[in-house]
């Protein structure tokens, strides 16, 4: 078993800046695979980023390509999302999750924080 939380949300400017933490506990983290995914209302769960076990891998979405930025600190248990130039569209709902699997698709995540809020002002 894993225990993910997430913290760091919050509601910031368009255009201003977010680190969102991701804190696991349980059975060795750095053998897990890190995604975040995010939710607005009335829409589905989109993939934002994932880091590898290792950190040595990761992948975007297009939509936050060079505006954010993961990372993994395997001594910390931590998993890292700094997101910059925020836009009014980032707005929902942040969730990491754990998996052994390298994936962009939610459903191959075994694990999952209970979210955290980001809201960008326009």
């Known amino acids: 078993q894993v225990q993910l939380v997430e913290s760091g949300g919050g509601l910031v400017q368009a255009g201003g800046s977010l680190r969102l933490s991701c804190a696991a506990s349980?059975?060795?983290?750095?053998?897990?695979?890190v995604g975040w995914f995010r939710q607005a209302p009335g829409k589905e769960r989109e993939f934002v980023t994932l880091i590898s076990g290792s950190g040595g891998l990761t992948s975007y979405a297009d939509s936050v390509k060079g505006r954010f930025t993961i990372s993994r600190d395997n001594a910390k248990d931590t998993v890292y999302l700094q997101m910059n130039s925020l836009k009014p569209e980032d707005t929902a709902v942040y969730s990491c999750?754990?998996?052994?699997?390298?994936?962009?698709?939610?459903?191959?995540?075994?694990?999952w924080g209970q979210g955290t809020q980001v809201t960008v002002s326009s």
């Open positions: 999750a754990a998996g052994t699997y390298y994936s962009r698709q939610f459903e191959r995540y075994n694990y």
């Open positions: 349980g059975r060795t983290f750095s053998s897990y695979a």
